[in-house]
Structures are given as structure tokens and as C-alpha cells.
């Protein structure tokens, strides 16, 4: 199709005119967002102060609801996203090989991604159960075949660290299968010969993953790692259902909204959740560029 | 550097024996080519000597030592593979190294072998390139010099000039004569190319449906051909074959064939002479079938084939001739440049005595053997 | 030997160890399913235990709350506006995204990739960041708290993915079919109807079906516009709603009912997502 340079944008409309309703409902709802987002967290709930004020901001980084809030999801992300990339590895790793059976073990590996997030918070609530929920009952040893670890049950819902554990269980138990995924496609394109030569040459099974799988998966893994990270920044049905009063940003977003009517410090923290994932982002490409650089150039 | 023993190599996927009692020796600094269409397990044979697929059944022996239960990665054996493998990631001084460092050789004694590598195999100047860089040719010479530079017992080369052009492929086997000659290496090479392996080899092991049909040096396979897939296979183009049975008569000993009479030189007749009406298999190649005219070599034949020409293909300065005798049956000969001959032509063309192979029909093997 | 399908030969000791792991690996992923479904069709003995450990598998395994649940009239009602909502953003995704798809499939238009990147960015955004916004606006427009307001929002969340899938449906019909119908007279409405739209209609029944999975499991948008009006919640917001109130069997047994279709339809289809993951990358 040449694209004719003397094309008049009147000639471009009658062409792609089917176009605009979707555009314009999706640019349009964007754009909105965006500049509710900013009204709304440049301004207050005191009609007293004027338009645009960092008064809600202000307010938000005295709360210590904010402060623990990005705490959590800060923690979180961190120690989730790695965690993440892990398990997607292991199990990509796993079902890499051609065995019997491997169709229906992939499949079932996928398992987790099909059920809804809900469903799998709502589970792990019942199975958290205080006091007596499987897991309680499985780290006091009343099931023989695993032995006793605690002796009183844990409120997994109530403390900060339980609870932020749970989530964090939750969602990378839910979001294994695309991670795997990603990585498998990574682990696929790699020749097989290369394997076979370094096999030849001398190089055992742990030489092989860090000089021949790793760097050529690199590209998945930054992948992940981005995909991933930004998932956990803005999480916000497990902590939701899981974890009540310790909240993330997301649930935060709820707390200020719902719970107090406070749009503006909502939309506060939205802004603030958006700066964090652009930031990681940055983060991010710039470790996997340098982390590249380090070895292919060694 | 390495004797190599196969005792009864046995390799099963499922239900399908790819290779059964397969058994082979070679020689300390030998150069041998396993040669085999597409399927007949040659790649397979290969890859179990390199640890890199398991053997079922028998014993391999390197230096006298039992390495069946060897992990590739201890076997002292380097491999060139078709696809060369080389780590698309690192520059091809830092794959010629991977081997070196993995087992520890001092930076010192890498850097010389390292030298040593690039100059028998001119490469230098591409250390710092990397594989997408090169050309494929380069690209085999940097799996080569990989391979060499462990200074293995053993070299496995897996049909490595199969991706390269005719032009190449000439040069290549011209080096690896060289580095043969050179390195002194055991060599254990695999093509389906049987140019390069008459070329290069010092016995061939001619291999067919996982089995061994002959292993010999290539001019004896050539002239002595054990069955008839080692007539078949070996020599371009390919051999005559035709079915008939052995005619004793006053003196005068031939085989009666469905392309006509041909006659045996007395050594063979001399074999043949009790075996009067046996069913044979008679193999002769093109170059040994001459036509009466202004070439006519051998004076002491009469008995002629009459055949019309059917097909003429031009070879370059010879000519490869398909004829047709009145009963149907096809035969191929060659005629040189300034031979002249028309299609639909009618000639009398006559076989070497002395070159007629004979083979029993039902075990298809060289009855002279 | 194609490049996927290799045996590669391993040490009977690294078999075991392997072999354990995807045991391991099959459990762990397996094993919250099962549960699910236990607690679904366990009796109450079994889920009020005073004190005693819960049982692995119920003492009196039974359908009992299955047949409870589909007897409870907010149940039904609940399951009717998840379904209306669903079917509804089906309707109007497909009516945006269909036409979009088909230019941004058919034609190369001058602008066509930073449209494509638009419609990715749009995707990008948080949920939980843009949901204030959408409500306020809602409010605003008068659509907070009814059917069309969650509608439109899971609208808003599936139509770049109908775009997209949709893109795909259409690129992969031959060119030259439509320009023989532009040969034979048909304008490019009727070629549209005609030709194009029935050979794209299996691609499109994907992005369908996924933009139907997508509202039904969706929560976010569906609490926030939902929040104080009970009677359009969704199947999600009603078992969120309860989860204090009612015992773990009712729980587990709306989640399973919540699970069932992604999990049909994922089993279908995974084939195709994992060849759609690799084959861009395998040589």
C-alpha cells in the first residue's frame, strides 16, 4: 500500500473513518483520566484553597497510612518481582525438555493463570484462616505427615508481615504461568547444538545455565522483570481481600476513597503510584542494558 | 591421541532399532569417514561416541578405557557440529577459549594455543568478531579451531561442509587434509557426501540402515565392492546393474543378462566356470562400458550390445549416455566430448571383462569376496 | 531430529531429582485447585471442626451447597447481572473494536504504528490509578452505580486487546480476496460484510470470548462503580461481599462456579497461547 505524500487528511478521514469511535473512546477516556488525575490531586477537600495546590500531597506524606502503604508496596515489589522471575524459571526450566506427557504438564502449569484473581485471594483467605484454617493446622502438626513448627496458630490476616506474605503467595502463585511463558519462549530459541558443543567441550550443568542459558535468555527475563513489576506496583486484590488494615498503594487508593471520601488524596497516591512505575521502569532498563554490557563483553 | 573401539553398538527409540551390532575399530591418527545416506545412523553412531546420546547396547573403548558410562563432559573428545554451534553471544576468541577455561588452563597456555589455532587455520584478525559477523566459511574454520584447541583424544566432525557451497567445500577439504596431516588427530568424520569421503578418508566405513556394509580404504571399495549398496553408493555416476545367470560354454564364460551378453576377462571366468546357470547380479560403471567406434579399446571382445540412444546428459568434457536395448532395459555409459553420437542413434557398446562385479541376488553380496 | 523434540540423555540419579520436581511442581499447583473443590463439597462436620483439624477430604463429601446455591434467589440475580454486564461489554467492544481492527488490519495507514502504540499505552495505565477518575466522570455523566457504567468501563479494559486480536483475524486474511471483490463491483461495505467480516468471525469469536472472561472475572472497576448499589453486583463483588459471612463451603462453591468458564475455555486454548508466545522467537 503506498501512502501517497499528497494524501490530504480529508482523504485520510473518509478512509479510516471506522477508526475513531474505538480511538476516540479509548484517547478520549485517557485523556480524561489524566486530567481528572491531576485536578483532582492538585486540589483539596476545603473549598477554601485555591486551584492547583499541593495541599494533598502535603497531607499525604504527614499520614502514616502513606508512609506504611509505600513502604509495603515498596517491599513488595521488590521482593516479589524477583521472586517471580524465579519461579517462572524453575518451572519453565522443568517442562523445557520434551518428556512423556509434557503437553498436559504444561497445561497444567497454566492452571493458576485461568483461575480468577479473586477466587485465588478468597481461597488463600480460607486456607489462612485464623485460627483454624488448613495452614494453621498443618504448621501445628495435627496432620501426620508433616511435623509440628508453631504451637500457637498464626493470625496470618492481622500482622503486616503475615499479611503482606499472603498476598505476595497469592499473586506470584497466579501470575507463575506468565512468566513461564516468556522465559520458555526465551529457553525455545535458543539452538539445542549449543548445548550439545558445550557439552562436548567440558561444561557441566551449572556452567551451561550461566554461560549459554542466561545471557540468551536475557531479553525474557528483562521482559519479565518489567511486566512483573509494574503488576506488583499497582496490586490490588490480594491485599484487598487478604489483608485488611495493612494496606499497599492500591488498597490505600480504596482506603482514602471509599473509606474516607477523600478523592483528592486518592487520586494523590494514583499519581504516585504511576511516578513509582515509570521510575522502576527506568530502573530496570538501565540494570538489564548494564548487566548486558557486563556479559557479553567478559 | 586414541585406538577407538565400537563392540556391538546398539541404539533402540521405541520400537525402532536404529543401530544393531554395529561394530568398527580405528586405528590411533586415523582418518575415517562414516558414509551413509540420510537415516542410516551415522549422526546417531557419532553423538553416542561424543556422550551426547546413550548407548543401549555394546562397548566403546577409547585408549583401551571403558567409556560407556563416561558423561559427555569428562570424554576427552571434541566435536565440529553441521550447524557449527558456535555461542552466537561470544566473540569467536572468547568460543575458542570456552573449552580452555572451562577446564582451568592458565591464561598463559590459552593465549598460546589460542595463537597457535588462529595461524593453522587463518582466522586471525576475527578474534574480536562475533558469529553473526562471519562468513560461513569462517564460521566452520572458528568450530574447527574450538574443537583442536582441547587437544582432544578424539575428533568428531558431523557432515561440516554441508553448508557450504561446491567452491568452498573443495578449499575446505583441502584444509582439513592439511590439518590431518598436520595435527595428526583420530579423526572420526560423518557425511553423505561421498566425494569428500573418498577424498579425504583413510578407510571408509560405508554404512546402510544402522548397518556396516564395508570398511575398507576408499580405492578398494571403489574397485572391490563387498555388496550392492556399496557399488550403488560409491562412484558418479552411478553403477549399472543388471540380473541374469552365469553362462559356462565352450570355453567362452559370460553372464546372460536382461541388457545382453557380457562377457568375464579370464580371471573371473576362471572363478565362475563350475557355477554354470547361477542367478547373478552383474554391476558395471559407466566408465568401464565402451562403444565400437573410433574408441574402441578393447580389441578381444565380440560380443556386442545393441542399444539405441535414448538420453544425452553433458558433463562437462564427458558426456554421460543413456541407451536403450531392443528388450528395454537401460544402460549408462560415457562417451568423451569429441564422441559423436545422436539421439535415436543405434550403437554397439561392449563392457570391460575385467571390471564386471558379480553379486548373489538373494544376499546381494560380492560372490568374489 | 526437530529442534523441540529432543531426548536428551540424563544420569538415572538427575531422572529422580527432575522427575521429583515437576511432582513437586504439579502439587504446588494442583494442590489450592483441589482444596477449592473439597471445600466445596464439604459438609458442615467437615468445615466446623471445634477445634479439630480440618479434614483433607470431607467426612461426608456432598453436593448439598451446590444445590443450596442454585436454589438462593441472590445467587441467581447475581449470576444475571455478571452475565448481562458481560455479554454487554461483549456487544460494545465488538461494535468499537470490530471496524477498528478491520482498518488497522486491512490498510497500512499513515500513522498506523503510533495508533497501535496509543491503543498498548491505554493498557499500561493501572487500573487502580484510573479508577477514581472513571468514577468521578460517571458520576458526572450520570452512569455511577448502573449496568452501563461497569459496561462501559470493562469496554474501556477489553477493547484494546478486541483491536489487537482482532488486527491478527484480519491480517490473516489474503489480500487478494479483497481485491477480487473490488474486481467483481462490491464496494468496501460490502466487501466488509460480504467477505472480510465472515472469514474474520473465528479471530473475532476469540477476542469475544476473551472480552466476555474479562468482565467476568474483573473486580476493580466493578467495586468502585458498584459500591452502594447491591443489586448490580457482580458474581465477584458478591462473593467478596460475604466472604466474612457465609461458611468456606458457600465461599469455595461460588469460586469454583466463578472459575469454571476461564478455566474450559484456558484448557482450549493454551495450545495456541504457548505456540503464540514461541513462535516469534523460534528461528
Not at chain 1, 29 to 54: G, H, K, N, R
Not at chain 2, 69 to 86: E, G, H, T
Not at chain 2, 257 to 267: A, C, F, P, V, W
Not at chain 3, 128 to 151: C, E, M, R
Request: hydrophobic residues 45%; charged residues 15%.
Amino acid at each position: 500500500m503506498r501512502t501517497d505524500s499528497k494524501e490530504s487528511f480529508k482523504d485520510w478521514v473518509i478512509r479510516a473513518w471506522p477508526l475513531f469511535p474505538a480511538a476516540l473512546y479509548l484517547f478520549g477516556f485517557l485523556i480524561i483520566v489524566f486530567v481528572y488525575l491531576a485536578c483532582l490531586s492538585l486540589s483539596e477537600t476545603s473549598i477554601t484553597t485555591s486551584f492547583p495546590t499541593l495541599n494533598s500531597f502535603k497531607e499525604l506524606f504527614n499520614d502514616d497510612e502513606f508512609h506504611s502503604a509505600l513502604v509495603n508496596t515498596i517491599v513488595f515489589t521488590v521482593i516479589g518481582t524477583p521472586l517471580e522471575l524465579i519461579a517462572g524459571l524453575i518451572f519453565a526450566m522443568l517442562v523445557y525438555r520434551t518428556f512423556f506427557m509434557r503437553g498436559l504438564i504444561r497445561s497444567i502449569f497454566l492452571i493458576p493463570l485461568a483461575i480468577p484473581a479473586l477466587v485465588t485471594a478468597m481461597l488463600l483467605f480460607v486456607l489462612f484462616d485464623y485460627p483454624g484454617g488448613h495452614v494453621n493446622h498443618l504448621l501445628l502438626g495435627n496432620y501426620s505427615i508433616f511435623p509440628a513448627v508453631i504451637d500457637t496458630p498464626i493470625g496470618w490476616r492481622s500482622s503486616n508481615l503475615f499479611a503482606m506474605g499472603i498476598s505476595l503467595l497469592g499473586k506470584i502463585w497466579r501470575d507463575m504461568p506468565i512468566s513461564m511463558l516468556i522465559l520458555l519462549a526465551g529457553l525455545n530459541s535458543i539452538d539445542p547444538e549449543l548445548f550439545d558443543a558445550a557439552k562436548t567441550m567440558g561444561a557441566s550443568l551449572r556452567k551451561r545455565f550461566s554461560s549459554i542459558i542466561i545471557p540468551l535468555i536475557l531479553p525474557s527475563i528483562a521482559s519479565v522483570l518489567l511486566l512483573r513489576s509494574v503488576e506488583m506496583w499497582k496490586e490490588f486484590i490480594f491485599p484487598f481481600v487478604l489483608s485488611g488494615r495493612n494496606r499497599l498503594m492500591g488498597t490505600l487508593i480504596d482506603y482514602y476513597y471509599n473509606g474516607l471520601g477523600n478523592s483528592h488524596m486518592a487520586a494523590a497516591v494514583a499519581i504516585i503510584m504511576v511516578v513509582c512505575i515509570v521510575v522502576s521502569t527506568i530502573i530496570i532498563l538501565k540494570s538489564m542494558e548494564i548487566i548486558q554490557n557486563i556479559l557479553y563483553k567478559r | 591421541m586414541a585406538d577407538v573401539l565400537l563392540k556391538s553398538f546398539t541404539k533402540r527409540y521405541g520400537s525402532i532399532t536404529a543401530l544393531e551390532n554395529f561394530s568398527l575399530e580405528i586405528k590411533n591418527g586415523e582418518f575415517v569417514t562414516l558414509l551413509g545416506p540420510s537415516g542410516c545412523g551415522k549422526t546417531t553412531l557419532l553423538r553416542m561416541i561424543a556422550g551426547l546420546e546413550t548407548i543401549d547396547g555394546g562397548e566403546l573403548y577409547i585408549g583401551g578405557r571403558l567409556y560407556n558410562n563416561v558423561p559427555s563432559q569428562k570424554r576427552k573428545i571434541a566435536m565440529v557440529f553441521q550447524s557449527y554451534a558456535l555461542f552466537p553471544h561470544m566473540s569467536v576468541r572468547r568460543n575458542i577459549m570456552f573449552g580452555l577455561k572451562i577446564n582451568k588452563i592458565p591464561q598463559e597456555q590459552i593465549n598460546q594455543k589460542l595463537e597457535w589455532v588462529v595461524n593453522l587455520l587463518h582466522l586471525k584478525g576475527l578474534e574480536e568478531r562475533y558469529p553473526r559477523e562471519i562468513s560461513g566459511g569462517q564460521r566452520q574454520r572458528v568450530a574447527l579451531a574450538r574443537a583442536l584447541v582441547l587437544d582432544p583424544d578424539l575428533l568428531l566432525l558431523d557432515e561440516p561442509l554441508s553448508n557450504l557451497d561446491a567452491a568452498l567445500r573443495e578449499t575446505a577439504i583441502e584444509e582439513l587434509k592439511r590439518i590431518h596431516h598436520h595435527v595428526g588427530k583420530t579423526i572420526l568424520y560423518v557425511t553423505h557426501n561421498q566425494v569428500e569421503a573418498m577424498s579425504m578418508s583413510e578407510r571408509i566405513a560405508l554404512m546402510n540402515f544402522g548397518h556396516l556394509e564395508q570398511y575398507d580404504r576408499p580405492k578398494v571399495i571403489y574397485d572391490q565392492p563387498k555388496t550392492v549398496f556399496c557399488g550403488e553408493f560409491i562412484g558418479s555416476p552411478p553403477m549399472n546393474f543388471f540380473t541374469g545367470e552365469i553362462h559356462v560354454e565352450s570355453g567362452v564364460t559370460g553372464i546372460m543378462t536382461n541388457i545382453g551378453y557380457l562377457k568375464l576377462d579370464s580371471e573371473r571366468a576362471n572363478k565362475v566356470k563350475d557355477f554354470n546357470g547361477r542367478k547373478v547380479v552383474a554391476g558395471v560403471r559407466p566408465q568401464n562400458v565402451y562403444f565400437k567406434g573410433h574408441h574402441a579399446r578393447r580389441r578381444h571382445t565380440d560380443s556386442d550390445i545393441e542399444i539405441s540412444v535414448e538420453l544425452i546428459e553433458n558433463l562437462g568434457d564427458r558426456s554421460l549416455v543413456i541407451g536403450r536395448n531392443k528388450s528395454g532395459t537401460l544402460i549408462r555409459f560415457l562417451i568423451t566430448r569429441d564422441d559423436e553420437i545422436q539421439i535415436e542413434g543405434k550403437m554397439s557398446i561392449f563392457a570391460d571383462g575385467r571390471q564386471i562385479h558379480l553379486f548373489d541376488p538373494s544376499t546381494r553380496l560380492n560372490i568374489f569376496h | 531430529m526437530s529442534q523441540i523434540d529432543r531426548k536428551l540423555p540424563m544420569a538415572v540419579g538427575k531422572k529422580v531429582i527432575w522427575g521429583s520436581g515437576i511432582l513437586l511442581a504439579v502439587f504446588i499447583v494442583l494442590g489450592p485447585v483441589y482444596l477449592l473443590i473439597k471445600y466445596s463439597i464439604s459438609d458442615v462436620s467437615s468445615i466446623n471442626t471445634g477445634g479439630e483439624p480440618i479434614p483433607l477430604w470431607p467426612y461426608h463429601p456432598t453436593l448439598s451447597i451446590y444445590s443450596y446455591l442454585f436454589s438462593d434467589i441472590r445467587f441467581y440475580r447475581v449470576l444475571m447481572n455478571s452475565i448481562i454486564i458481560a455479554l454487554s461489554s461483549v456487544g460494545l467492544s465488538m461494535l468499537l473494536g470490530v471496524p477498528a481492527a478491520y482498518i488497522l488490519g486491512t490498510y497500512r495507514i499513515p500513522g498506523r504504528k503510533t495508533i497501535l502504540l496509543g491503543i498498548i499505552s491505554v493498557r499500561l495505565f493501572p487500573d487502580i490509578a484510573s479508577v477514581i477518575p472513571i468514577v468521578q466522570l460517571f458520576i458526572n455523566l450520570g452512569v455511577h452505580q448502573t449496568y452501563l457504567g461497569v459496561i462501559m468501563a470493562h469496554t474501556l479494559l477489553a477493547l484494546p486487546y478486541v483491536i489487537f486480536i482482532g488486527i491478527g483475524a484480519f491480517e490473516s486474511i489474503p489480500k487478494d480476496l479483497e481485491q477480487q471483490a473490488w474486481v467483481m463491483g462490491a464496494d468496501r461495505f460490502q466487501t466488509f460484510v460480504k467477505i472480510l467480516f465472515p472469514l474474520a468471525i473465528p479471530g473475532l469469536a476469540a477476542a469475544a470470548i476473551y472480552t466476555f472472561l474479562l468482565s467476568w472475572d474483573e473486580f476493580i472497576f466493578a467495586y468502585f462503580l458498584s459500591l452502594g448499589r447491591e443489586d448490580i453486583f457482580t458474581l465477584t463483588l458478591y462473593l467478596n461481599g460475604i466472604k466474612y459471612a457465609e461458611p468456606q463451603n458457600l465461599l469455595s462453591a461460588i469460586s469454583v462456579c466463578l472459575s469454571l468458564p476461564v478455566i474450559i475455555f484456558t484448557l482450549m486454548v493454551q495450545r495456541y497461547m504457548v505456540a503464540g508466545v514461541t513462535t516469534g522467537s523460534m528461528k
